[in-house]
């Protein structure tokens, strides 16, 4: 099965909400995360998108600013943990909330769960993530423009932005 299309389209005369296509733009991320497809991230982040990422809700491990960066972080973890390998680590997007926000941009907040594969073939839950994403309308995209992690279980420190 390939990746997700970048956007849904109308089809059949139905229309997507913009909360559609929010919810879809943050399983598109997942997905995209998980299958190592950095393209596909191009369209999920805001050229001038924002991220804080924290370990265990509390420690603040770094915040980037702007896509490419953003981006470079995940690529240099895909890099770094030979474990993460496509398909090894799937993201169960758990309980999600969606409001409107000022300025016709969209808040959202969900879980995740974070399953592996080991080389055995067994999974196992190796952590939970709390995001919390403030989305605006970019080129006629849903696209991240703001985005909170709290990362529990699941050790980040090897992907952290260093400050050398």
Known sequence: MTNP?????PSGG???????????????QKWAVDTHNEGVL????ARDCVLLLKQDGLKE????????????????????DHAWRPGSM?????T????????????????????HLSETGATEMRGYGKYYDLWAEEDHIWRLREREVHIFGLQLH?????TE
């Open 158 to 162: 090897k992907l952290a932005p260093t």
């Open 96 to 115: 999600s909330l969606l409001e409107t926000a000022p300025e016709g941009m969209i808040r959202s907040w969900c879980y995740a769960t974070y399953v």
């Open 42 to 45: 191009y369209n999920i982040y």
């Open 14 to 28: 139905l229309v997507m909400s913009p909360f559609d296509h929010v919810r879809a733009q943050l399983a598109r």
């Open 90 to 94: 799937i993201h169960v997007i758990g």
């Open 61 to 80: 491990l770094g915040r980037l600013a702007g896509r490419a960066e953003v981006i470079a972080m995940m690529v240099k973890g895909w890099n770094q």
């Open 5 to 9: 299309p970048n956007r849904g389209t």
